[in-house]
């Protein structure tokens, strides 16, 4: 440990020599100040030898490097006039072009925007035309219309890479999977302006695997307030509603946004459950029907700053905040062993603080380092009716977690286009979690309470180089080294990951992406508490759980920048999950989440985007898998069990009238049977239509959808394997009606990062 600890200190150390090479950064304009997209910037020598090219985005920016103090820049765009010149000890350009003077007559051009382009290793979507007349209600809205993107459980999926990191400018997303769904819907898609997905996220991002960079609309302009206003009524089973509000504004160097929303939410939940139990070679016919809400109502508030020192240097600080003042859950469960009445609510407000801030340098480092300081204490007011089998208690839950992380990042350009890069992070986390049970009828549970202190401490180091090849293989490839202490567990690990780009030619591009990562369990399993839902099903923790590992390729070849084909393989080693299992003592169904010994995936997916005529642009996703799982020992018993699935997407936008601006979204999608361990689950369909008319300029936008029309989207569950038969039907709560109002003022543009919560809460 102590070897480790000076290579850490020797790393951040050599963090602070800077090169000589220089990035330079630019954007490209026309004589109206209009950004101008897609431009090629072609950077030479001063004596016309080549030194690399990119092309501008959206926003008409573009980056290069160099390891010369002078060079020559050339600009070339089929609707302007080529633009050279050069420069010296200048790293921030702005260039304008003139339009050319040709003038065709009785002459129509018409061209199509590629679906995707490969930028540096990553797939990069240009979202505003992505969402173009589609009905989006929201930011979460505009990620789902990304190629292989869908929904899973309440976490985003990607095809060929399962479960995906949402990072925001280049900046870590670290929320729960739920809080950052419902942020996302809360934000509008207005402020989205691009999305890279990287299957082999590069080790900087400090994120492992597959992740979305999700990059938002900038604003250089001083002096001037931008707002926009977002607000939505969502009718499910209950009505739910948002509203929220975003201001930016830049003075000089400095520059600032706030954002507050107010969300409130109410599901509606139930599971009919039907379970042949054996006992001592008896089977016991149960029927469990339980049904009940969650109401909650949550503020979200941050406020970012950014001020540049000098050049590139930048110094960043945000603070976030999410208060839910009010959360209540009721379900009440009847049947044939248990009639129960299960209430839980705050004692006080849900709480969530991040404070950060961090600097980056124009010469390749980044410092930084933030502390998040998450409270829940929950109330849960059990009461048993079943005649013979009265229980009424009181569970106090409490979790209360303070985390540390500081991080430092260093990137080199060389020569002969040579990158390399390193950088560490240390991340220190007190957990402070207890349960304790107070019986107001029926036997003492005192043996059920937990009181505990743990201390989790994580190390990353990590190298790694970008290369390229001549004109046609760019190459990235880095090793991450780990040391993760929890109580009484601590591993070292090595996380390999490369990635290889072949340019067939400019639209015909082969990448492959293997990468590795770890996947942690939530911090209130590691307390093994035990918790009710009725008189039948229980949760237990499980503080012997282990991380999983898992290690992912793709094979994706992009074909004349819109059809995308993705060959993929992923192999989790330990993958564990929270299945229902029959206790082979009592009448007891426990929910635990266990490890097995692995989970394997292969699939081909397809991307293929259409048009019918004028009116029709579609988009049809095929994703096929098989599907492989293994325990030697779930609970008292072992599985082995494999599936072959099957999900189609069609989406179609209809352009009904381009004055009014009315626009129609239809989309269909069809799931197989799947497995989870060793249950089956149901397939499922669904049918979405919806309707967005856009006015005053496109300033402000009405929408209107209803999705899974049917209420067919969620899965039933049968597990029928060795001692172990049961049905559990989900009550469906996914249709759902949507109403949504945006308008914007003076542009608009949403900056900020999420907190990493995924692992704290009590529920």
């Known amino acids: 440990m102590e070897r480790g600890i000076i290579w850490i200190v020797c790393l951040l150390c050599a963090c602070f020599v800077k090169t000589n090479a220089q990035t330079i950064k630019g954007k490209v304009t026309d004589r109206s100040n209009k950004p101008v997209e897609y431009a090629t910037v072609i950077l030479q020598t001063t004596d016309s030898t080549y030194v690399g090219a990119t092309q501008t985005d959206s926003l008409g920016y573009f980056s290069l490097h160099t390891d010369s103090m002078s060079y020559r820049l050339i600009v070339q765009h089929l609707m302007y006039e080529s633009y050279e010149n050069e420069f010296s000890n200048i790293e921030t350009i702005k260039i304008e072009l003139t339009e050319k003077e040709n003038v065709l007559d009785e002459i129509t051009i018409k061209g199509e925007r590629p679906l995707v382009r490969l930028i540096d290793g990553k797939l990069t979507y240009d979202v505003p035309s992505l969402i173009s007349g589609k009905v989006v209600n929201s930011a979460y809205d505009a990620i789902l219309q990304l190629p292989g993107i869908r929904e899973q459980d309440g976490s985003l999926v990607l095809a060929g890479a399962g479960n995906v990191i949402i990072i925001i400018n280049g900046q870590l997303v670290s929320i729960p999977q739920e809080n950052l769904m419902a942020a996302l819907k809360m934000y509008s898609a207005e402020m989205v302006q691009s999305a890279e ?33 977002n607000t939505g009524y969502n009718q499910k089973y209950y009505s739910n509603y948002m509203t929220g509000v975003s201001l930016l504004y830049s003075f000089a160097r400095l520059s600032s946004d706030i954002y507050y929303g107010f969300n409130s939410i109410q599901d509606r939940t139930g599971v009919d459950i039907f379970s042949n139990h054996l006992i001592d070679n008896t089977t016991h016919y149960i029927e469990q029907f339980n049904n009940g809400y969650k109401k909650t109502k949550k503020h979200d508030i941050r406020l970012g700053l950014k001020y540049k020192l000098s050049g590139e240097d930048i110094i960043n600080f945000s603070y976030i905040g999410q208060i839910s003042p009010k959360f209540d859950a009721v379900e009440r469960s009847t049947g044939s062993i248990s009639n129960s009445n299960n209430t839980k609510s705050e004692d006080s407000p849900i709480q969530l603080h991040n404070l950060s801030i961090g600097y980056s340098s124009g010469f390749g480092l980044s410092l930084g380092t933030e502390y998040t300081f998450y409270k ?14 009265e229980r009424n208690f ?27 890069n390193y950088g560490l992070q240390y991340m220190y986390a007190k957990d402070k979690s207890s349960q304790i049970y107070k019986v107001t009828a029926g036997n003492d549970m005192s043996a059920l309470n937990v ?19 001549g004109k046609k293989i760019s190459l990235s490839a880095s090793v991450s080294g780990e040391y993760y202490k929890i109580g009484e567990f601590d591993e070292w690990t090595l996380f390999p990951a490369i990635e290889a780009t072949y340019f067939i030619n400019q639209s015909n591009i082969m990448q492959f992406s293997f990468s ?6 939530s911090y209130w399993e590691f307390h093994g508490a035990t918790g009710y839902l009725n008189g039948y099903a229980e949760v237990h923790g499980n503080p012997l759980l282990k991380p999983y590992k898992k290690y992912s390729s793709q094979l994706n070849y992009l074909i004349n920048n819109k059809y995308i084909i993705t060959l993929f393989y992923s192999y989790m080693d330990r993958y564990s ?20 010994d692995y989970k394997q995936q292969l699939g081909l997916n397809f991307i293929i985007p259409f048009k019918i005529g004028e009116v029709i642009n579609s988009r049809l996703t095929l994703t096929g898998f098989y599907d492989k799982v293994k325990s030697s020992k779930f609970h008292d018993i072992s599985f082995e069990k494999e599936n072959l699935a ?15 601006n009315i626009k129609m979204e239809v989309e269909g999608a069809y799931v197989t049977k799947n497995i989870q361990g060793p249950a089956e689950l149901s397939n499922m369909w669904k049918l979405d239509i919806g309707l967005k008319w856009s006015f005053f300029n496109d300033m402000a936008e009405f929408r209107l959808k209803g999705t899974d029309l049917f209420n067919t989207w969620s899965p039933n569950m049968r597990m029928k394997y060795s001692n172990q038969n049961l049905n559990m039907n989900i009550l469906p709560d996914t249709r759902e009606i949507s109403l949504g109002f945006a308008i914007k003022f003076g542009g608009y543009n949403e900056k900020g990062k999420k907190v990493d919560t995924s692992r704290f809460g009590v529920k």
Do not use: C
């Open 197 to 229: 997905i990287m299957y082999s996220t590069p080790p900087q991002y400090h994120v492992r695997g597959s992740s979305i960079n999700i990059v938002l609309r900038s604003n250089e302009s001083n002096n001037e307030l931008q707002a926009l206003i």
């Open 646 to 660: 099957l999900y189609p997407q069609l989406t179609n936008t209809i352009n009904i009238s381009s004055r009014p």
């Open 394 to 420: 009181i569970a106090n839950s409490k979790q209360d977690i303070g985390r540390f992380r500081i991080y430092a990042d260093k990137t080199h350009s060389l020569k002969s286009d040579w990158k390399i």
């Open 577 to 596: 999950a929270q299945l229902p299992y029959q206790a082979n003592d009592r009448l007891i169904l426990i929910y635990k989440t266990e490890n097995f």
């Open 516 to 521: 590795s990562d770890k996947v942690y369990p």
């Open 376 to 389: 829940d204490h929950l109330n849960q007011y059990f009461n048993e009716e079943m005649n013979g089998n």
């Open 451 to 469: 009181d505990n202190k743990i201390d989790e401490y994580t190390a990353n180091i990590y190298t790694g180089f970008d290369k390229k090849i």
